[in-house]
Nanobody
Framework: QVQLVESGGGLVQAGGSLRVSCAASGRTTSSYAMCWFRQAPGQEREFVAGISRSAGATDYAESVKGRFTISRDDAKTTVYLRMNSLKPEDTAIYYC????????????????????WGQGTQVTVSS
């Protein structure tokens, strides 16, 4: 079992930056692919960024490429999402997810592929 707790959300002006964190407990994260999803009111949960268990591979949604960076620190069992040049359309609840994988470079980008989820952290970008 892995418990995930997100933090770092908040209110920021358009063009600003924010870093959200996902702290894992229960097991080491080194064998887990990790991901960030987000869900805006009235919309489906969507993939934002993913990172392989080895951190050797990352993937991003087209809408955030060049602005967001996902990283992980397995010593701290924490995954981060650095968000720059934020836009009002980035407003959503951001969720962290984890799934045990065998291959070090495997990336998962579909919500149904993930077993473990955090409760989410709200990110609001004002115009």
């Amino acid at each position: 079992q892995v418990q995930l707790v997100e933090s770092g959300g908040g209110l920021v002006q358009a063009g600003g930056s924010l870093r959200v964190s996902c702290a894992a407990s229960g097991r080491t994260t080194s064998s887990y692919a990790m991901c960030w999803f987000r869900q805006a009111p009235g919309q489906e949960r969507e993939f934002v960024a993913g990172i392989s268990r080895s951190a050797g591979a990352t993937d991003y949604a087209e809408s955030v490429k060049g602005r967001f960076t996902i990283s992980r620190d397995d010593a701290k069992t924490t995954v981060y999402l650095r968000m720059n040049s934020l836009k009002p359309e980035d407003t959503a609840i951001y969720y962290c997810a984890a799934e045990s994988v065998v291959f070090p470079l495997r990336l998962l980008s579909v919500a149904s592929e993930y077993t473990y989820w955090g409760q989410g952290t709200q990110v609001t970008v004002s115009s």
